[in-house]
Protein backbone atom coordinates (compact mmCIF):
# COMPACT_ATOMS: atom_id res chain seq x y z
CA UNK A 1 0.00 0.00 0.00
CA UNK A 2 0.93 3.87 -0.42
CA UNK A 3 1.92 5.40 3.00
CA UNK A 4 3.54 8.59 3.94
CA UNK A 5 6.87 7.69 6.01
CA UNK A 6 9.33 8.98 7.43
CA UNK A 7 12.26 6.65 7.22
CA UNK A 8 14.30 8.13 9.91
CA UNK A 9 13.86 10.64 12.25
CA UNK A 10 13.99 14.01 10.83
CA UNK A 11 12.06 17.12 9.44
CA UNK A 12 9.14 16.88 7.38
CA UNK A 13 11.18 17.51 4.44
CA UNK A 14 12.50 14.22 4.77
CA UNK A 15 9.33 12.51 4.52
CA UNK A 16 8.54 10.60 1.10
CA UNK A 17 5.11 8.63 -0.44
CA UNK A 18 6.38 4.82 -0.52
CA UNK A 19 4.87 1.59 -0.87
CA UNK A 20 5.14 -0.25 2.76
CA UNK A 21 3.08 -3.48 3.86
CA UNK A 22 -0.93 -3.69 4.50
CA UNK A 23 -0.84 -3.26 8.43
CA UNK A 24 -3.69 -6.30 9.52
CA UNK A 25 -5.76 -6.69 12.82
CA UNK A 26 -4.85 -8.75 15.91
CA UNK A 27 -7.29 -9.69 18.40
CA UNK A 28 -9.72 -6.77 19.35
CA UNK A 29 -8.36 -5.01 16.45
CA UNK A 30 -9.92 -3.49 13.07
CA UNK A 31 -8.30 -2.60 9.82
CA UNK A 32 -9.69 0.50 7.94
CA UNK A 33 -9.45 1.52 4.33
CA UNK A 34 -8.57 4.96 5.21
CA UNK A 35 -10.81 7.82 2.78
CA UNK A 36 -9.36 10.80 4.52
CA UNK A 37 -6.95 11.77 6.94
CA UNK A 38 -5.82 15.14 8.71
CA UNK A 39 -2.65 16.48 9.73
CA UNK A 40 -1.62 17.23 13.70
CA UNK A 41 1.00 18.86 15.42
CA UNK A 42 2.40 15.01 16.66
CA UNK A 43 2.83 14.11 12.91
CA UNK A 44 5.62 16.57 12.85
CA UNK A 45 7.02 16.38 16.32
CA UNK A 46 7.36 13.02 16.76
CA UNK A 47 9.51 12.24 13.44
CA UNK A 48 11.50 14.92 14.14
CA UNK A 49 13.14 12.75 17.32
CA UNK A 50 12.00 15.47 20.25
CA UNK A 51 10.47 12.39 22.00
CA UNK A 52 13.16 10.78 21.49
CA UNK A 53 13.74 9.52 25.19
CA UNK A 54 10.07 8.77 26.25
CA UNK A 55 8.62 7.57 22.44
CA UNK A 56 11.45 6.25 20.38
CA UNK A 57 10.09 5.00 17.05
CA UNK A 58 10.30 1.92 14.49
CA UNK A 59 11.13 2.98 10.95
CA UNK A 60 9.46 3.46 8.58
CA UNK A 61 6.78 5.68 10.49
CA UNK A 62 3.54 6.23 9.37
CA UNK A 63 2.23 9.56 10.39
CA UNK A 64 -1.00 10.47 10.83
CA UNK A 65 -3.98 10.45 14.00
CA UNK A 66 -6.98 11.68 12.41
CA UNK A 67 -8.94 9.60 10.19
CA UNK A 68 -12.72 8.84 8.10
CA UNK A 69 -12.85 5.71 6.46
CA UNK A 70 -14.41 1.99 6.01
CA UNK A 71 -13.62 -0.75 8.31
CA UNK A 72 -12.11 -3.93 6.02
CA UNK A 73 -11.35 -6.58 8.48
CA UNK A 74 -12.32 -7.30 11.91
CA UNK A 75 -9.76 -8.86 14.47
CA UNK A 76 -11.10 -11.78 17.07
CA UNK A 77 -13.45 -10.17 19.93
CA UNK A 78 -14.37 -7.24 18.10
CA UNK A 79 -18.35 -6.48 18.38
CA UNK A 80 -18.27 -2.74 18.20
CA UNK A 81 -17.54 -2.86 14.11
CA UNK A 82 -17.87 -4.92 11.35
CA UNK A 83 -16.88 -4.87 7.82
CA UNK A 84 -18.47 -2.56 5.69
CA UNK A 85 -18.36 0.41 8.81
CA UNK A 86 -18.17 3.64 8.25
CA UNK A 87 -16.05 5.25 10.64
CA UNK A 88 -14.21 8.26 11.80
CA UNK A 89 -11.89 8.71 15.11
CA UNK A 90 -8.43 9.86 16.23
CA UNK A 91 -5.16 7.66 17.37
CA UNK A 92 -1.87 8.02 18.53
CA UNK A 93 1.15 6.13 17.30
CA UNK A 94 1.80 2.58 19.10
CA UNK A 95 4.95 4.49 20.83
CA UNK A 96 3.15 6.85 22.69
CA UNK A 97 1.31 3.82 24.52
CA UNK A 98 2.86 4.90 27.65
CA UNK A 99 1.20 8.45 27.40
CA UNK A 100 -1.62 7.65 26.35
CA UNK A 101 -4.85 6.98 28.15
CA UNK A 102 -4.81 4.41 31.62
CA UNK A 103 -7.80 2.11 29.73
CA UNK A 104 -9.03 1.86 26.53
CA UNK A 105 -6.18 3.66 24.19
CA UNK A 106 -6.77 4.62 21.06
CA UNK A 107 -3.91 3.40 18.99
CA UNK A 108 -2.60 2.59 15.60
CA UNK A 109 -0.39 2.33 12.53
CA UNK A 110 -0.52 5.63 11.02
CA UNK A 111 -3.48 7.44 8.93
CA UNK A 112 -1.89 8.91 6.21
CA UNK A 113 -1.94 5.69 4.28
CA UNK A 114 -4.28 3.17 2.14
CA UNK A 115 -4.89 1.17 5.38
CA UNK A 116 -4.48 1.85 8.88
CA UNK A 117 -4.71 -0.62 11.81
CA UNK A 118 -6.71 0.59 15.19
CA UNK A 119 -7.94 -0.56 18.56
CA UNK A 120 -11.67 -1.24 18.28
CA UNK A 121 -12.48 -0.60 21.98
CA UNK A 122 -11.98 2.95 22.73
CA UNK A 123 -14.05 5.73 22.88
CA UNK A 124 -11.92 7.97 20.32
CA UNK A 125 -13.38 5.78 17.23
CA UNK A 126 -17.27 5.95 16.09
CA UNK A 127 -19.57 5.32 13.54
CA UNK A 128 -19.57 8.61 11.11
CA UNK A 129 -23.02 10.25 10.92
CA UNK A 130 -24.74 10.13 7.44
CA UNK A 131 -24.74 13.70 7.48
CA UNK A 132 -21.10 13.89 8.00
CA UNK A 133 -18.85 14.18 4.99
CA UNK A 134 -15.51 12.21 5.14
CA UNK A 135 -12.97 15.16 4.59
CA UNK A 136 -14.87 16.98 7.50
CA UNK A 137 -15.26 13.86 9.56
CA UNK A 138 -11.32 13.45 9.07
CA UNK A 139 -10.99 17.09 9.90
CA UNK A 140 -12.78 16.86 13.28
CA UNK A 141 -11.44 14.33 15.81
CA UNK A 142 -8.49 16.02 17.71
CA UNK A 143 -9.98 19.50 17.24
CA UNK A 144 -13.05 18.28 18.43
CA UNK A 145 -11.91 16.52 21.67
CA UNK A 146 -10.09 19.91 22.42
CA UNK A 147 -12.55 22.20 22.03
CA UNK A 148 -15.39 19.73 23.85
CA UNK A 149 -12.37 19.35 26.79
CA UNK A 150 -11.84 23.22 26.66
CA UNK A 151 -15.52 24.32 27.11
CA UNK A 152 -15.69 22.11 29.58
CA UNK A 153 -13.17 22.79 31.79
CA UNK A 154 -13.60 26.31 31.42
CA UNK A 155 -17.20 26.21 32.33
CA UNK A 156 -17.72 29.49 30.41
CA UNK A 157 -21.08 31.54 31.41
CA UNK A 158 -22.89 33.79 29.09
CA UNK A 159 -21.42 37.40 28.85
CA UNK A 160 -17.56 36.46 29.97
CA UNK A 161 -15.11 37.91 27.27
CA UNK A 162 -13.03 34.80 26.14
CA UNK A 163 -9.35 35.72 24.52
CA UNK A 164 -8.43 33.26 22.14
CA UNK A 165 -4.68 33.31 21.06
CA UNK A 166 -4.33 31.35 17.90
CA UNK A 167 -7.66 30.87 16.98
CA UNK A 168 -6.91 30.75 12.82
CA UNK A 169 -5.92 26.71 13.62
CA UNK A 170 -7.97 23.91 14.09
CA UNK A 171 -8.70 23.64 17.74
CA UNK A 172 -9.18 27.37 17.24
CA UNK A 173 -11.90 27.64 14.79
CA UNK A 174 -13.35 24.92 16.42
CA UNK A 175 -13.52 26.41 19.59
CA UNK A 176 -14.73 29.88 18.42
CA UNK A 177 -18.60 28.43 17.84
CA UNK A 178 -18.38 26.73 21.01
CA UNK A 179 -17.97 30.39 22.93
CA UNK A 180 -20.02 32.51 20.76
CA UNK A 181 -22.76 29.76 21.46
CA UNK A 182 -22.00 30.08 24.91
CA UNK A 183 -23.04 33.77 24.73
CA UNK A 184 -19.45 35.04 25.44
CA UNK A 185 -17.58 38.07 24.22
CA UNK A 186 -14.60 36.49 21.58
CA UNK A 187 -11.55 38.20 21.55
CA UNK A 188 -9.85 36.28 18.60
CA UNK A 189 -5.94 36.12 17.66
CA UNK A 190 -5.82 36.50 14.03
CA UNK A 191 -4.30 38.10 10.60
CA UNK A 192 -6.12 39.91 8.59
CA UNK A 193 -6.37 37.71 6.03
CA UNK A 194 -8.48 35.50 8.27
CA UNK A 195 -10.76 38.28 9.85
CA UNK A 196 -13.86 36.88 7.38
CA UNK A 197 -13.24 33.51 8.92
CA UNK A 198 -13.21 34.33 12.69
CA UNK A 199 -15.68 36.66 12.66
CA UNK A 200 -18.27 34.51 10.49
CA UNK A 201 -17.46 31.80 13.45
CA UNK A 202 -19.05 34.29 16.05
CA UNK A 203 -15.69 35.93 16.75
CA UNK A 204 -16.59 39.61 17.91
CA UNK A 205 -13.21 41.28 17.97
CA UNK A 206 -9.76 40.09 16.51
CA UNK A 207 -6.37 41.19 17.65
CA UNK A 208 -2.67 40.91 16.29
CA UNK A 209 -0.17 38.19 17.50
CA UNK A 210 1.81 40.85 19.78
CA UNK A 211 1.35 40.50 23.42
CA UNK A 212 1.21 44.39 23.28
CA UNK A 213 -2.19 43.87 21.16
CA UNK A 214 -3.65 41.58 24.31
CA UNK A 215 -6.84 42.89 26.38
CA UNK A 216 -6.34 43.31 29.42
CA UNK A 217 -8.65 42.02 32.28
CA UNK A 218 -10.59 38.99 30.84
CA UNK A 219 -12.30 36.42 32.27
CA UNK A 220 -11.14 32.98 30.48
CA UNK A 221 -8.05 33.23 28.35
CA UNK A 222 -7.04 30.10 26.21
CA UNK A 223 -3.57 28.95 24.85
CA UNK A 224 -4.06 26.99 21.76
CA UNK A 225 -0.10 27.78 20.07
CA UNK A 226 2.73 28.85 22.22
CA UNK A 227 4.53 26.74 24.30
CA UNK A 228 2.75 26.66 27.86
CA UNK A 229 6.24 27.99 29.47
CA UNK A 230 5.85 31.31 27.29
CA UNK A 231 2.46 32.48 29.11
CA UNK A 232 3.16 35.46 31.18
CA UNK A 233 2.06 38.08 28.31
CA UNK A 234 -1.44 35.78 27.94
CA UNK A 235 -1.78 35.92 31.70
CA UNK A 236 -1.07 39.58 32.06
CA UNK A 237 -4.52 39.70 29.97
CA UNK A 238 -6.36 37.59 32.75
CA UNK A 239 -8.45 39.65 35.28
CA UNK A 240 -7.91 38.50 39.20
CA UNK A 241 -9.71 35.33 40.05
CA UNK A 242 -10.04 34.47 36.49
CA UNK A 243 -9.03 31.12 34.43
CA UNK A 244 -6.15 30.20 31.60
CA UNK A 245 -6.42 27.45 29.99
CA UNK A 246 -3.58 26.02 27.46
CA UNK A 247 -3.21 22.63 25.81
CA UNK A 248 0.57 22.77 24.94
CA UNK A 249 3.14 21.16 26.45
CA UNK A 250 5.54 21.50 28.03
CA UNK A 251 2.79 20.96 30.88
CA UNK A 252 2.53 24.53 32.77
CA UNK A 253 3.49 25.03 35.94
CA UNK A 254 1.51 27.78 38.25
CA UNK A 255 4.73 29.95 38.81
CA UNK A 256 5.62 29.96 34.79
CA UNK A 257 2.71 32.87 34.74
CA UNK A 258 3.64 34.82 37.20
CA UNK A 259 0.12 35.14 38.46
CA UNK A 260 -1.38 33.75 42.29
CA UNK A 261 -4.55 34.34 41.06
CA UNK A 262 -5.44 33.49 38.02
CA UNK A 263 -6.35 29.43 38.07
CA UNK A 264 -4.24 27.55 35.80
CA UNK A 265 -5.30 24.28 33.99
CA UNK A 266 -3.71 22.06 31.15
CA UNK A 267 -6.21 20.42 29.41
CA UNK A 268 -5.53 16.65 27.81
CA UNK A 269 -8.36 14.08 28.08
CA UNK A 270 -6.54 10.93 27.23
CA UNK A 271 -9.39 8.62 28.49
CA UNK A 272 -12.08 10.06 26.82
CA UNK A 273 -13.82 11.50 30.34
CA UNK A 274 -14.94 14.63 28.83
CA UNK A 275 -16.39 13.29 25.69
CA UNK A 276 -15.69 10.81 22.96
CA UNK A 277 -16.08 10.98 19.35
CA UNK A 278 -19.94 9.78 19.31
CA UNK A 279 -19.88 13.48 21.48
CA UNK A 280 -18.00 15.18 18.72
CA UNK A 281 -19.98 14.38 16.48
CA UNK A 282 -22.91 16.53 17.69
CA UNK A 283 -20.62 19.33 17.23
CA UNK A 284 -22.83 21.41 15.60
CA UNK A 285 -20.43 23.96 13.30
CA UNK A 286 -18.36 21.84 10.63
CA UNK A 287 -14.54 22.15 10.79
CA UNK A 288 -13.18 24.51 8.99
CA UNK A 289 -10.70 22.98 5.97
CA UNK A 290 -7.62 24.99 4.96
CA UNK A 291 -6.19 23.47 2.25
CA UNK A 292 -6.80 19.47 0.48
CA UNK A 293 -3.92 17.23 -0.49
CA UNK A 294 -4.18 13.84 -2.46
CA UNK A 295 -1.74 11.24 -0.88
CA UNK A 296 0.86 11.31 -3.47
CA UNK A 297 0.86 15.20 -1.60
CA UNK A 298 0.92 14.30 2.05
CA UNK A 299 4.46 14.58 2.80
CA UNK A 300 4.00 18.12 1.22
CA UNK A 301 0.98 18.59 3.31
CA UNK A 302 3.04 17.77 6.42
CA UNK A 303 5.53 20.13 4.95
CA UNK A 304 2.85 23.09 4.71
CA UNK A 305 1.50 22.39 8.43
CA UNK A 306 5.05 22.89 9.71
CA UNK A 307 6.39 25.92 7.53
CA UNK A 308 3.13 28.02 6.55
CA UNK A 309 0.59 29.51 8.47
CA UNK A 310 -2.22 27.68 7.98
CA UNK A 311 -5.94 28.18 8.58
CA UNK A 312 -8.24 25.69 9.80
CA UNK A 313 -7.17 21.64 9.25
CA UNK A 314 -4.96 20.74 6.62
CA UNK A 315 -6.80 17.01 4.70
CA UNK A 316 -4.91 14.77 2.94
CA UNK A 317 -8.05 12.68 1.04
CA UNK A 318 -6.71 9.23 0.55
CA UNK A 319 -9.40 7.94 -1.78
CA UNK A 320 -11.61 10.53 -3.85
CA UNK A 321 -14.85 8.92 -3.99
CA UNK A 322 -14.81 8.13 -0.16
CA UNK A 323 -16.67 5.06 -0.86
CA UNK A 324 -16.20 1.38 1.14
CA UNK A 325 -13.78 -0.85 0.23
Given at each position: ???????????P?????????????????????????S??????????G?????????F?????N??????????A????F??????????V??AL??M????????????LA?Y?????????????PA??G??E????????????A??????V???E???????????????V???????A?????AT????????A?????????????????????????L?????????????P??R????????????????A????R????????????????????P?????R????????????FA?????G?????????????
Open positions: MKAVIAAEYGPETYTVAEVPVPRPGPGQIQVRIAAAINPADVRLPSVFHDVAPLEPHVPGDFAGTVSEVGGVTAQVGDEIFGQAPRRGAGATRPSLSTGSEAVFEADTPFLAHRGLVEAAALPTIGLAARLMATAERAGTALVVGATGGVGTALPLLAAAKRVIATAADGEILRLGADELIGYAESAYPRGVDVAFNLVPSDELTGVAAAVRGGLLTITYPVPRQEWIGRDVALFVLDMDGALGGMREVAELADPVIGRYTLDQGAQACVDRRHTTKLVVTIRPDGQGS
